[in-house]
């Protein structure tokens, strides 16, 4: 009798060290996709309007212009778009940055609640103030080629009016690689870029294979091949889930450091102005040049000299 007990707590011991192994096998594989799976995803969106479906003149593009509240629901739409697209690829956080015109073009009250949304100017950052370290990637949608491409619908850099070329470290730059070294600064990759067909391919150029949605085909300044807005839409959507899947595949874009900046006005005088400023130095009679210790320093110079007037007020 006392060699049956014997057995049959040798059994279960046996059963219970069998068990014991299970569950912290069991818990060896599941524990890490647990920790995956609630890791915070944050990304940066960063919205300009001249690359919009449908967006092809000055109409569209300022309060003043007819088809501006129009214009508005398009470039709303594509950004959420492009927020549905980051919540399909598992977004947990969500920055929008307002970064057309007066910086208040987007309808922030057709946003998701969790979304916070930059607006209006001044900003240390330009288009991609907020963006820091803890983002994982940055979505440029709307976006338009440089002020030195010779095509792309209403192709500037900054500003149409003003700006004739912006160059980093002796390298002529769309938005899209000023917004892209800002983000390089803190670790950032971009991954997805939408606009017009030269506008992506520019931006492809410079900054490698990141995922690109043609929303429209340019033909000149002001006119071009346009998806509708709900087709573009859907096409940013499942270009940005795409993106955000595989963004490991694309690397933060580094200016190195310091970081030499040049511009060319299109007027004499605010080069000869800005060359009053111990920090400037003119190189020709409409370009100056700015070197900033990294890129947030150069952003703010880009910021002040874009924004700056004797009349500002309050």
Not at 43 to 51: L, N, P, Q, R, W
Request: glycine share 8%.
């Amino acid at each position: 009798m006392r060699q049956h007990c014997r057995s049959y707590r040798q059994i279960a011991r046996h059963t219970l060290a069998c068990c014991t192994a299970l569950t912290v096998a069991v818990a060896a594989a599941v524990l890490p996709r647990v920790a995956v799976a609630q890791r915070p995803l944050k990304v940066y969106i960063s919205v300009d309007m001249e690359g919009i479906a449908g967006v092809v003149t000055g109409d569209q593009l300022g309060p003043t212009g007819f088809e501006y509240e129009r214009a508005r629901t398009f470039m709303t739409g594509e950004a959420l778009a492009a927020i549905a697209g980051a919540r399909d690829a598992g977004a947990t956080e969500i920055v929008v940055s307002d970064s057309h015109g007066n910086g208040e073009s987007l309808l922030i009250d057709q946003f998701p609640d969790d979304v916070r949304i930059v607006r209006s100017w001044p900003r240390p950052l330009m288009m991609m103030e907020g963006v820091d370290s803890t983002f994982a990637a940055a979505i440029f949608v709307g976006y338009h080629a440089s002020t030195t491409s010779p095509a792309g619908v209403r192709a500037h850099t900054i500003s149409s009016a003003n700006l004739a070329s912006v160059s980093l470290n002796g390298v002529a730059m769309p938005e899209a690689g000023i917004n892209a070294a800002i983000a390089g600064r803190f670790g950032v990759p971009v991954v997805f870029i939408s606009g017009d067909d030269v506008a992506v391919d520019e931006t492809r150029r410079l900054l490698g294979d990141v995922e690109g949605a043609v929303v429209k085909q340019a033909i000149s300044f002001h006119a071009a091949s346009t998806m509708t807005p709900k087709a573009a839409q859907q096409l940013i959507r499942e270009h940005v889930k795409t993106a955000l899947q595989r963004r490991s595949a694309f690397k933060p874009y580094v200016v190195r450091a310091p970081v030499t900046l040049d511009v060319i006005f299109k007027n004499y005088r605010p080069a000869e102005m800005l060359a009053f400023l111990s920090s400037v130095q003119r190189t020709t009679s409409h370009g100056i040049r700015f070197v900033g210790k990294d890129m947030v320093e150069v952003s703010k110079f880009l910021e002040f000299i874009g924004t700056y007037e004797p009349g500002l007020a309050p």
